[in-house]
């Protein structure tokens, strides 16, 4: 079965711009959560799509957006760029069910300058 | 609320046994246990589920003490390849499924 992909791996952007990432779930898998990393704040909660829908959104400004498809795969898009949005921006695919396994896709790097 | 996780970093030589301990002051549903090795994503482990479950990948095994709301990773005779940086995350339950992630423990694990 193939794993979580996340497109693309690594984005530079300069300040003020906008960048939309993807992210294809795993097969069977219809939720997707979306985290960011960054060694300062470690691993915060973006937002989590379940059938198209939007389940819960985490602390982060109206410039951080997503939706999901209705093959399940998902993009985020981050509008006018600020220097603090350098991170790794992690998509995990969620089985749902009561233990609800969460496996990570290789991430997009995005580096704002 | 962000789980605790101690230590904050750990040095083992290898076959040493180590624990990482994950504590919350909520009430939580599940804990899920990450390695994430340096430049890379983390890679799920283990899932625990509220009731006092036990779990085991390999050499590393995990508890859930629900009165506590703490898990423990214990990482028997350790080897190379189980250095990294041990993240956990807690889910409460409810309609909300996104994990809340601790600030990690850095494993080293020298010859």
């Known amino acids: 079965k193939a794993g979580v992909t996340q497109t693309p791996r690594y984005l530079i952007k300069t300040r003020g711009q906008q960048v939309t990432l993807s992210c294809s779930p795993i097969?069977?898998?219809?939720?997707v959560s979306w985290y960011q990393q960054t060694p300062g704040q470690g691993l915060q909660f973006l937002f989590e799509?379940?059938?198209?829908?939007?389940?819960n959104k985490g602390n982060f400004p109206g410039r951080f957006s997503g939706r999901q498809f209705s093959n399940s795969r998902s993009e985020m898009n981050v509008s006018t760029l600020e220097l603090g949005d350098s991170a790794l921006y992690l998509c995990?695919?969620?089985?749902?069910?009561?233990?609800?396994?969460?496996?990570f896709g290789p991430g997009t790097r995005l580096t704002v300058t | 609320q962000q789980p605790v996780q101690s230590p904050q970093a750990v040095i083992l030589r290898e076959g040493e046994d180590a624990v990482i301990n994950c504590s919350s002051s909520?009430?939580?549903?599940?804990v899920h246990w990450y390695r994430q090795k340096h430049g890379e994503a983390p890679v799920f482990l283990m899932i625990l589920l509220k009731g006092g479950e036990q779990m085991r990948h390999e050499k590393i095994s995990a508890s859930f003490n629900e009165k506590k709301q703490q898990s423990s990773l214990y990482l028997t005779a350790s080897q190379l390849s189980y250095s990294g940086t041990y993240f956990c995350?807690?889910?409460?339950?409810?309609?909300?499924?996104?994990?809340?992630f601790g600030s990690g423990t850095q494993l080293t694990v020298l010859p």
């Open positions: 097969s069977g898998h219809r939720s």
């Open positions: 799509y379940f059938s198209e829908t939007q389940r």
């Open positions: 995990a695919s969620m089985s749902g069910g009561q233990r609800n396994e969460q496996y």
């Open positions: 909520k009430a939580l549903y599940s």
């Open positions: 995350g807690t889910e409460s339950g409810g309609s909300a499924r996104q994990l809340t």
